[in-house]
């Protein structure tokens, strides 16, 4: 033993001695427990002078460090002078055991779904260590979990365990051997998970993923395409699957080897957020001979071999490539905030301007003048796109080994520029690019932008900032009217999560030009059909009142000419007067419509 804790209690408080300890090094790395014996303890002198703490603060202590405890026979009464004690026993090869500590992983929980893991998972889970969180779903909703992975050392579950609880139930604990349910399905949207270790040699610990009842078609993080037979089918990948162990080969273009991972391929292929979650449609193909990996969303995808199977997910019809056709400098739709020129070994004048930065052209790509953080480079898009992804990679020339690491997006319309931000948070997002000049990376938008100005920012580089670059996405008009993402779907509002009114607009489908012009249309139309109705009814009962009295007026032909033309002139300049009003609104494209109401409104009075 490298030290004993031992606590005194008196017997007001129900309690016996409690013993607990941490095990150290032991010749041949044995590790013996105390579980079970009986011990005697003996004061030290400091310690026994010290004055023993009233029995309730005495037992929230008692409370405070009861996970990793172990009461030890031999009751002590309330006039006993036992102190608490702390004994410190030398040996020779003194412990490195690890404290009580936080023994969770890495958590991703959102609002609907979640992954939870033992700390270090699947490595070895530490000694000594709690791991305890609370999982939940919206009101109204059950909650479903699904362990993915369950190895504790512990086969009585007495020292290291699982449980899962529930308001009304108590599911475990789980250990060892022991047969563990693949799918729980409580009857609360909330439970508490609780794992506990202590001193043990292996194990991998546990994974769990959860979500609620509105996805019966729930997977773990584990779960690969071979598991399935069905040529197409759907299934739902619970929030934070990107960090979790486990390879991935292949690509979107080509499709993914089947002894992938499903969610981990879907946040690789652009199909999910990591942080959302979401659900996949999957569809199961011949195997290929070779399958490329490369980087894209954060992920490394490995270099596959043959396999009999292989799976692609389905496509969102969202994927062109928006790069333009470019001409000479002057006429590109690509800027930047400067380029770097060079004399080659022959003394050529090298040029690497931005209508270089094209993913499809051959030869140098754009490279800053000066490398830092107020280089940009600019895309025209020529009208608003909407922009699913991002290809990106470095100089391409084999004596150039430029290239950028990270990057942030603006985009603006005709207004200011806005930073692209994380899906959850209103920090800018930084997406990671390039690790060397020659492989191409890609990163998804998700949400979208709907934009047709695109800067790409630089955030950090190797040697000096170079670039090429490919926008994928589509034509608003794909998207307007009820045409959506099929595999995006907003997260629903909840405490906590706040999304700002900017951010909102990146995923709303744009209206078209023809639409906006009939809402210009209806709202300067209304009030003016509205007003003319009025007067016609007011003209109506006037009329009807005074008719018999002013009869005689109108047998002088002249005078009732001029009262009809003064009445006509005067609904003229009103109706003009609508309709310069409507071509303020409307804009100079729509002038022509000025005219029609000059023409048709006194006729309509008429």
Same mark, same amino acid.
């Given at each position: ?34 579980? @079970? ?17 009233? /029995? ?118 789980? /250990?060892?051997?022991?047969?563990? !349910? ?6 609360? =949207? ?102 490329? +990996? ?49 004399? =080659?070994?022959? +003394? ?64 603006? =319309? ?21 690790? =060397? ?20 920012? !630089? ?51 744009? !209206? ?26 007011? @003209? ?46 409307? +804009? ?13 409104? !006194?006729?309509?009075?008429?």
């Amino acid at each position: 033993l490298s030290e004993i804790h031992a606590w005194g209690r008196r017997s007001c408080c129900g309690r016996s001695w409690v013993l607990r300890s941490r095990f150290g090094g032991f010749p041949f790395g044995r590790i013996r427990s105390l579980e @079970g014996r009986r011990v005697s303890v003996r004061p030290s002198h400091r310690q026994a002078r010290r004055p023993l703490p009233p /029995c309730k603060e005495r037992e929230k202590q008692r409370a405070a460090a009861r996970e990793g405890s172990r009461e030890v026979p031999g009751a002590m009464g309330c006039g006993g002078a036992a102190p608490a004690v702390l004994l410190l026993l030398p040996v020779l090869l003194r412990s490195g055991a690890e404290k009580l500590e936080d023994g969770c992983g890495p958590v991703i929980i959102h609002q609907d779904s979640g992954t939870l893991a033992s700390k270090d998972y699947p490595g070895t889970y530490p000694n000594y260590t709690v791991c305890e969180r609370r999982i939940q779903v919206p009101q109204g909703k059950r909650l479903i979990i699904k362990i993915g992975d369950l190895d504790i050392e512990s086969q009585r579950c007495d020292s290291d365990y699982l449980i899962i609880r529930s308001p009304t139930t108590v599911h475990g604990p789980y /250990c060892g051997n022991m047969p563990v !349910p693949k799918e729980i399905i409580l009857d609360s =949207n909330a439970a508490t998970v609780h794992f506990e270790s202590r001193s043990h040699v292996s194990g991998r610990g546990f994974l769990l993923s959860f979500a609620s009842s509105d996805h019966p078609d729930l997977i773990t993080c584990l779960e690969r395409a071979n598991y399935h037979v069905e040529a197409e089918y759907s299934r739902y990948c619970p929030a934070g699957c990107r960090e979790i162990a486990g390879d991935i080969s292949g690509n979107i273009v080509e499709g993914y080897r089947d002894t992938s991972l499903l969610c981990k391929s879907a946040i690789h292929a652009g199909v999910i957020a990591d942080e959302l979650g979401g659900q996949i449609i999957v569809i199961q193909q011949k195997g290929a001979s070779r399958y490329q +990996g490369i980087l894209a969303n954060g992920i490394h995808s490995q270099d596959g071999s043959l396999s009999e199977k292989r799976f692609i997910f389905t496509s969102n019809g969202c994927s062109e490539s928006l790069n333009l056709e470019g001409g000479g400098v002057s006429d590109s739709p690509i800027t930047a905030s400067s380029s770097w020129n060079e004399t =080659n070994e022959i +003394g050529e004048l090298v040029q690497w301007s931005p209508n270089k930065a094209w993913l499809k052209i051959q030869g140098p790509s754009w490279a800053a003048n000066q490398s830092n953080l107020r280089q940009w480079l600019e895309i025209d898009l020529g009208e608003r796109k909407r922009i699913t992804g991002i290809r990106t990679t470095g100089s391409t020339m084999l004596n150039f080994n430029f290239y950028v690491k990270t990057f942030i997006v603006n985009y603006k =319309n005709n207004s200011k520029w806005r930073t692209y931000k994380g899906v959850l948070s209103n920090e800018e997002k930084v997406f990671e690019a390039n690790s =060397n000049h020659r492989d191409i990376v890609r990163n998804n938008f998700i949400p979208p932008i709907v934009a047709r100005y695109v800067r790409i920012v !630089p955030q950090s580089w190797h040697k000096r900032i170079a670039l090429k670059v490919e926008l994928i996405g589509c034509h608003v008009a794909q998207v307007n009217g009820s045409f959506r993402h099929q595999l995006w779907q907003r997260p629903s509002q909840s405490p906590g999560i706040s999304v700002r009114k900017e951010d909102k607009s990146i995923t709303e489908p744009m !209206p078209s030009a023809e639409n906006n012009l009939g809402w210009k249309l209806s709202a300067i139309m209304v009030p003016v059909l509205v007003v003319l109705f009025l007067f016609l009814i007011s @003209g109506v009962c006037i009329y009807a009142a005074i008719q018999k009295y002013v009869t005689f007026i109108f047998c002088f032909s002249e005078l009732g000419s001029i009262v009809y033309f003064s009445h006509l002139w005067y609904w003229t300049q009103t109706a003009s007067s609508f309709a310069a009003f409507g071509s303020r609104i409307i +804009g100079s494209s729509e002038r022509p419509f000025h005219s029609v109401i000059n023409m048709t409104v !006194p006729f309509m009075i008429w």
